[in-house]
């Protein structure tokens, strides 16, 4: 019976739903085209990294691939968040391997 118990508690915490959001992005403009995607936790309202904000990685360009900006490891600029309840990104970096500077705002 005592090793029964923790079978019956990891199977009741694997059952619990996950509630992060993955949203996809599509980018295009005169010269340059592109997409990405974002990850939320699902629950924050004003989305930062370490607050929410788990993931970004934005594909444009030669910035694209290994080389795509991401919030992982780009120095980042002033803007970058998600806000849920008017669904706008903020993004600002520094591309970490090629150098290139992305500011962007996107509302749906």
Do not use: K, W
Request: proline letters at 4%.
């Amino acid at each position: 019976m005592r090793l029964l118990l923790p079978l019956v508690a990891l199977c009741t915490l694997s059952s619990v739903p996950l509630t992060a959001d993955m949203f996809h992005i599509a980018l295009s403009g005169t010269t340059l085209s592109g997409s990405g995607t974002f990850t939320t936790d699902g629950t924050c309202q004003m989305c930062l990294p370490g607050a929410g904000f788990l993931s970004l990685t934005i594909n444009i360009g030669s910035d694209s691939g290994t080389h795509a900006f991401d919030i992982n490891d780009d120095a980042l600029g002033t803007l970058r968040l998600y806000q849920r309840p008017t669904n706008t990104l903020a993004y600002q970096g520094t591309n970490s391997e090629t150098n290139d500077f992305l500011d962007m705002e996107l509302n749906s």
